[in-house]
């Protein structure tokens, strides 16, 4: 019953430092995705992957780099961290495909860069 | 690009009230349309959703209709409880862009 995974919960990070935060899902989806939470700002799309070796742009790219690396794994890299990173990240995934599957959610990843 | 619009909150009512959340959606083509909800300290969760006009998604006593005349995705509930309390997300989802668009959120705080 996990659905979407994603690792860790809680990160403290100082300016300029590195981290990737680690999602996974067990539903043989082929859509992936990380968004960003920030007050007064909804969810905003850093990058999403439509399948297993694909990976695109989404609203808010810059500072970011993703990898897909299999059809369950999808992690986002933060390679400087910068203060206007710090915000709640989520991983998300879907079937894909142009019907309207829902998107689950994992359960967040709360990041604080000083 | 895709857009939606949802009321700013918070929205504070009383238990056994109504309430009404409005959004409104611009997208090109006919997108499919969510209500998303989250609990304090926890990821988003499904609510609802309907993929084509005049649907009507429910769930929980919640209820949203896909209205295309006035691209609106409004959620109702009749009578709402403390439980309810959370923050609101409406979504719209363009299948060409693969990839969900939303709302800023409405807080919901529901008190006795």
């Known amino acids: 019953n996990a659905g979407v995974t994603q690792t860790p919960k809680f990160q403290v990070l100082k300016t300029g430092q590195s981290m990737t935060l680690q999602c996974a899902q067990d539903?043989?989806?082929?859509?992936m995705y990380w968004y960003r939470q920030d007050p007064g700002m909804g969810l905003r799309l850093i990058y999403y992957?439509?399948?297993?070796?694909?990976?695109d742009k989404g609203e808010v790219p810059n500072g970011y780099n993703v990898s897909r690396l299999n059809k369950r794994e999808f992690s986002l890299r933060l390679e400087s961290a910068a203060p206007s990173q710090t915000s709640v990240y989520f991983c998300?995934?879907?079937?894909?495909?142009?019907?309207?599957?829902?998107?689950?959610f994992g359960e967040g990843s709360w990041l604080t860069v000083v | 690009g895709d857009s939606v619009t949802q009321m700013e909150g918070p929205v504070t009512l009383s238990e056994e009230a109504f309430l009404t959340i409005n959004c409104t959606y611009t997208?090109?083509?006919?997108?499919?349309l969510f209500w998303y909800v989250q609990y304090p300290g926890e990821g988003l969760q499904l609510l609802l959703k309907?993929?084509?006009?005049?649907d009507k998604g429910s769930n929980k006593g919640f209820e949203a209709t896909y209205r295309k005349e006035t691209t609106s995705f409004h959620l109702e509930k009749g009578s709402v409880q403390v439980s309810d309390s959370a923050v609101y997300f409406c979504?719209?989802?363009?299948?060409?862009?693969?990839?969900?668009?939303f709302g800023t959120g409405t807080q919901l705080k529901v008190e006795l």
């Open positions: 998300a995934s879907s079937e894909g495909g142009t019907v309207g599957n829902t998107i689950y």
């Open positions: 539903m043989n989806h082929n859509s």
């Open positions: 992957s439509a399948s297993e070796g694909t990976t």
């Open positions: 997208a090109t083509g006919y997108p499919s």
């Open positions: 309907a993929t084509k006009a005049d």
């Open positions: 979504a719209s989802f363009t299948g060409g862009g693969n990839k969900l668009t």
